[in-house]
């Protein structure tokens, strides 16, 4: 084979890798990103147990200390703070979230269902705006303006924090 066919066969295969590596990266570094939770400034809490944390997503819990009504604000499905969510917090699926908060609603368990947020800058948002709410997010956008909630005294980017 010439030479020159020989160079450009190499030009081609390192093309298809670094395409390849350049869609790997994000899905590796999004899988490896802490999910911080994040509350109301005024919410009275700066350390919930997993399993606190699960019954507020859950809906089992309804009121902070001080009879402050929680308002659960979750990402739209396929998110990674979502995902984190559903997998390390509830141990369920999309199916299965849909169907528990469908039933809890039809069946009058809570008077507010979960709030649906589009993006990260609108959680953020409606965190700081809406008194008892809370909220997972990306680690690296929380900003000295949000007040972060321990998860069994961890936060994130701590050794064993859970929500990753």
Known sequence: MP??????DRLIVLGALCSVLAWWA???????????VVVHPDV???????GDLRRLVLGD???????VRITLLVRAP???????????VCQMTEAQF??????????????????IVYSAEMA???VNRIAGAITLIDASQVSR??????????LPGERGYVLR
Not at 61 to 67: I, L, Y
Not at 78 to 88: G, I, P, T
Request: proline share 5%.
């Open 3 to 8: 030479r020159r066919l020989l160079h450009v």
């Open 26 to 36: 994000p899905l590796r570094a999004q899988a490896t990103t802490d999910v911080a």
């Open 44 to 50: 009275p809490v700066d350390n919930l147990t997993l």
């Open 61 to 67: 819990r309804e009121f902070w200390p001080g009879s």
């Open 78 to 88: 396929v998110a990674h703070e979502r995902n984190v969510m559903l997998m390390n």
């Open 98 to 115: 849909r169907q528990h908060w469908i039933g809890k609603v039809f069946r009058a368990d809570t008077a507010v269902a979960p709030k």
């Open 124 to 126: 953020i948002e409606a």
């Open 145 to 154: 303006n949000l007040k972060v909630v321990k998860i069994d005294g961890r």
